[in-house]
């Protein structure tokens, strides 16, 4: 069974830094595409970050040159590096994993409108709060 559990949440002020991290289990963590979402109180879920199997990335526009995501397939564990962090950014976080990846659904597809129904494994969340 694939289970994801995402940690690294926090409050920070506004500029900070924060680091997330998901442990992935119970499958082939490098076959598959994984990406990172957030969702702020009264908002949809957006797509933040995504990576496939080969480590190619795709952003949100909001996130382009303040987010990294990363992986290490020897840990099975995904990261997001969260820099210049502003008070829009507060959310939960989730990771999740695309069983059945393609090029779109584990790129700019994911990080799009309604990316997250690409997305067929999720964690638990960590909660990420910036204030100004």
């Known amino acids: 069974q694939v289970q994801l559990v995402e940690s690294g949440g926090g409050s920070v002020q506004s500029g900070g830094s924060l680091r997330l991290s998901c442990a992935a289990s119970?499958?082939?963590?490098?076959?598959?595409?994984m990406a990172w979402f957030r969702q702020a109180p009264g908002k949809g879920r957006e797509g933040v970050a995504v990576?496939?199997?080969?480590?190619?990335?795709d952003y949100a526009d909001s996130v382009k040159g303040r987010f990294t995501i990363s992986q290490d397939s020897t840990k099975n564990t995904l990261y997001l590096q969260m820099n210049t962090l502003k008070p829009d950014d507060a959310a939960m976080y989730y990771c999740?994993?695309?069983?059945?990846?393609?090029?779109?659904?584990?790129?700019?597809?994911?990080?799009?409108?309604?990316?997250?129904?690409?997305?067929?494994?999720w964690g638990q969340g960590t909660q990420v709060t910036v204030s100004s």
């Open positions: 999740a994993a695309n069983l059945s990846p393609s090029p779109w659904t584990c790129g700019l597809g994911a990080v799009g409108r309604g990316g997250y129904l690409h997305f067929e494994v």
């Open positions: 119970g499958y082939a963590y490098r076959r598959y595409c």
């Open positions: 990576i496939d199997s080969d480590g190619s990335t």
